[in-house]
């Protein structure tokens, strides 16, 4: 059955609801911006600690926690009630801040970073745990669409933002800024968030909380393994593999056995929570894997500065805000949202598919229209997984599955990422000393692309469109298996207020 039994929602009064709403959406917006913001000002960070081979750690240890404890959190929530949980969550993020602000080495910055990542990942799970809480399945749709616009907004203006602050007030201040914010949002949730406590007794699955953790790190480290230790088949990388192998076998053993499993196996006998999940999964790819690969593309073979390819963005974060805004009001009205999945994967396809028979030197207009395209593709799905899990999943297990799928879409992304990047590699490892002037094209910038000739100019554009050929392709395979995958969805319904409310009608009648 893929309808988990309606309760009633946990504040019933309209406006309080809309108020808990946006200190959840601070909170969101707070999370995920500090993970975009931080992007501009590396090069200031590392100029004044040194240690350029650490560069990359300073994101991939934020990853790695967050997606770490994701879904323990939600276990958590579901076993203690959310609303101590998020607080919990927030006031960890806080003090990570706190610590990445004041940090007075790269060490100690990546440790900060680590701590900012285990409160932030539960933030972004009991956010969505509490949304399940406070609204209607159908209604629920609308506001998570909102919730899809805070994730996009975050995106598109944080790089920016990160490179003001850092400008005007130094690197410092992007991370103490979260501090007088967090607690701000700890007081208004403190204040109006009511607590439901759990039905059941809570017993914490230790062993499976570790499993899924060394699980989730192992991922998270392989999909790095080529910057981190050069090769994908190098005997590090090979040795994380195994362990990731043996431990996610022995979570499985574990969770079967366990009173409170952190992600009941139970789950996966409805088909249509893997059918979600591995949506979830081939939509971080698509989404948030491809958002990095599609500012290389741009300035490679279309010559455009980083600051005019930021711009075309524009159309990218406005197809997913018409795209999401859409699908939540239209799922609230019909209460489906299998054909938003098919719709979203079809338009995703499409965009890639053309993309790969896009050669260097196009006008930028056709480029934009794709990117407009494929981010009405990702609008249109974004909340899809996490309402279609949140209906299949019991109440009881909610927080659990919302963990699950949010956990599948970071990790589907940095998969994805070490996909894009090994194909690129591959393409360029054997092109540069054949054009004048470029010794190593993987090194250029772009300035160092503008002071090139013409003809050198035109070759590098060529060389990099010829690599993205192959990077698109694999993105439209994602896409289609994608959509293989939603079409065999079911088309349920979902419960609304409507139902309820005759429900409540009746009840009183009979009295």
Same mark, same amino acid.
């Given at each position: 059955?893929?309808?988990?039994t309606?309760?009633?929602?946990?504040?019933?009064?309209?406006?309080?609801?809309?108020?808990?709403?946006?200190?959840?959406?601070?909170?969101?917006?707070?999370?995920?911006?500090?993970?975009?913001i931080?992007?501009?000002?590396?090069?200031?960070?590392?100029?004044?600690?040194?240690?350029?081979?650490?560069?990359?750690?300073?994101?991939s240890a934020?990853l790695?926690s967050?997606?770490?404890?994701?879904?323990?959190?939600?276990?958590?929530?579901?076993?203690?009630?959310?609303?101590?949980?998020? $607080?919990t969550?927030?006031a960890?993020?806080?003090?990570?801040s706190?610590?990445?602000?004041?940090?007075?080495?790269?060490n100690?910055?990546i440790?900060?970073?680590?701590?900012?990542?285990?409160?932030?990942?539960?933030?972004?799970?009991s956010?969505?745990?509490?949304?399940?809480?406070?609204?209607?399945?159908?209604?629920?749709a609308?506001?998570?669409?909102?919730s899809?616009?805070?994730?996009? =907004?975050?995106?598109?203006?944080?790089p920016?933002?990160?490179g003001?602050?850092?400008? $005007?007030?130094?690197?410092?201040?992007?991370?103490?800024?979260?501090?007088?914010?967090?607690?701000?949002?700890?007081a208004g949730?403190i &204040?109006?968030?009511?607590?439901?406590?759990?039905?059941?007794k809570?017993?914490?699955?230790?062993?499976?909380?570790v499993?899924?953790?060394?699980t989730?790190?192992?991922?998270?480290?392989?999909?790095?393994?080529?910057?981190?230790?050069g090769?994908?088949? *190098?005997?590090?990388?090979l *040795?994380?593999?195994?362990?990731?192998?043996?431990?996610?076998?022995?979570?499985?053993?574990?969770?079967?056995r366990?009173?409170?499993?952190?992600v009941?196996?139970? $789950?996966?006998?409805?088909?249509?929570?893997?059918?979600?999940?591995?949506?979830?999964v081939?939509?971080?790819?698509?989404?948030?894997?491809?958002?990095?690969?599609?500012?290389?593309?741009?300035?490679?073979?279309?010559?455009?500065s980083?600051s005019?390819?930021g711009?075309?963005?524009?159309?990218?974060?406005g197809?997913?805000?018409c795209?999401? $805004?859409?699908?939540?009001r239209?799922?609230?009205?019909?209460?489906?949202?299998?054909?938003?999945?098919?719709a979203?994967?079809c338009?995703?396809s499409?965009?890639?598919l053309?993309?790969?028979?896009?050669?260097?030197?196009?006008?930028?207009?056709?480029?934009?229209?794709?990117?407009?395209?494929?981010?009405?593709?990702?609008?249109?799905?974004?909340?899809?997984?996490?309402?279609?899990?949140?209906?299949?999943?019991?109440?009881?297990?909610?927080?659990? /599955?919302?963990?699950?799928v949010?956990?599948?879409?970071?990790?589907?992304a940095?998969?994805?990422?070490?996909?894009?990047?090994?194909?690129i590699?591959?393409?360029?490892?054997?092109?540069?000393?054949s054009?004048?002037?470029?010794?190593?094209?993987?090194?250029? &910038?772009?300035k160092?692309?503008?002071?090139l000739?013409? =003809?050198?100019?035109?070759?590098?554009?060529?060389?990099?469109?010829?690599?993205?050929?192959?990077?698109?392709?694999?993105?439209?395979?994602?896409?289609?298996?994608?959509?293989?995958l939603?079409?065999?969805?079911?088309?349920v319904?979902?419960?609304?207020?409507?139902?309820? /409310?005759?429900?409540?009608?009746? /009840?009183?009648?009979?009295e």
């Amino acid at each position: 059955m893929d309808m988990q039994t309606t309760t009633a929602p946990l504040v019933t009064d309209p406006r309080r609801r809309l108020i808990l709403f946006f200190f959840l959406m601070t909170a969101m917006f707070m999370a995920t911006l500090d993970h975009q913001i931080v992007s501009t000002a590396l090069p200031t960070i590392v100029g004044e600690f040194g240690h350029l081979e650490r560069f990359g750690w300073i994101g991939s240890a934020y990853l790695l926690s967050l997606s770490a404890v994701m879904p323990v959190y939600g276990k958590l929530g579901d076993l203690f009630g959310r609303k101590y949980v998020m $607080l919990t969550a927030i006031a960890i993020f806080t003090i990570g801040s706190a610590v990445c602000g004041l940090a007075v080495s790269m060490n100690t910055l990546i440790a900060a970073r680590v701590l900012q990542g285990f409160g932030g990942g539960g933030l972004m799970v009991s956010i969505f745990s509490i949304n399940a809480d406070l609204f209607e399945p159908r209604e629920r749709a609308r506001y998570q669409s909102y919730s899809s616009l805070v994730l996009m =907004a975050s995106g598109a203006i944080g790089p920016a933002l990160g490179g003001t602050m850092s400008d $005007l007030f130094g690197w410092r201040s992007i991370f103490l800024v979260n501090v007088p914010i967090g607690f701000i949002v700890m007081a208004g949730l403190i &204040t109006m968030l009511p607590y439901r406590k759990p039905v059941r007794k809570p017993k914490i699955d230790y062993a499976g909380a570790v499993l899924l953790a060394l699980t989730t790190t192992s991922i998270v480290l392989v999909a790095d393994a080529t910057e981190l230790f050069g090769s994908l088949l *190098a005997p590090q990388s090979l *040795a994380i593999i195994g362990a990731g192998v043996l431990a996610a076998i022995m979570w499985v053993v574990v969770e079967r056995r366990a009173p409170e499993p952190i992600v009941p196996m139970s $789950l996966f006998r409805n088909p249509t929570f893997g059918m979600l999940l591995a949506i979830s999964v081939l939509s971080g790819g698509v989404a948030i894997g491809m958002v990095n690969y599609f500012a290389l593309y741009l300035q490679t073979t279309t010559g455009l500065s980083p600051s005019m390819a930021g711009l075309l963005f524009i159309l990218l974060t406005g197809g997913i805000v018409c795209g999401s $805004l859409s699908a939540g009001r239209l799922i609230s009205i019909t209460g489906r949202y299998k054909p938003f999945a098919v719709a979203s994967l079809c338009c995703s396809s499409i965009a890639f598919l053309l993309l790969t028979m896009v050669p260097a030197g196009v006008p930028i207009y056709v480029i934009g229209g794709l990117m407009l395209l494929h981010g009405i593709g990702i609008g249109l799905a974004q909340q899809v997984p996490v309402i279609g899990v949140q209906n299949a999943a019991p109440s009881r297990d909610v927080g659990a /599955a919302t963990g699950a799928v949010t956990l599948s879409r970071m990790g589907g992304a940095s998969i994805a990422i070490s996909i894009y990047g090994a194909i690129i590699g591959a393409k360029l490892g054997h092109v540069g000393v054949s054009i004048p002037g470029v010794g190593n094209i993987e090194e250029l &910038t772009p300035k160092m692309m503008a002071a090139l000739p013409d =003809a050198a100019r035109q070759a590098i554009a060529e060389a990099y469109a010829g690599a993205f050929h192959p990077l698109f392709m694999t993105a439209a395979g994602f896409c289609l298996f994608g959509l293989c995958l939603a079409v065999r969805l079911k088309n349920v319904q979902l419960p609304g207020a409507a139902k309820r /409310a005759d429900a409540e009608t009746t /009840a009183q009648a009979a009295e």
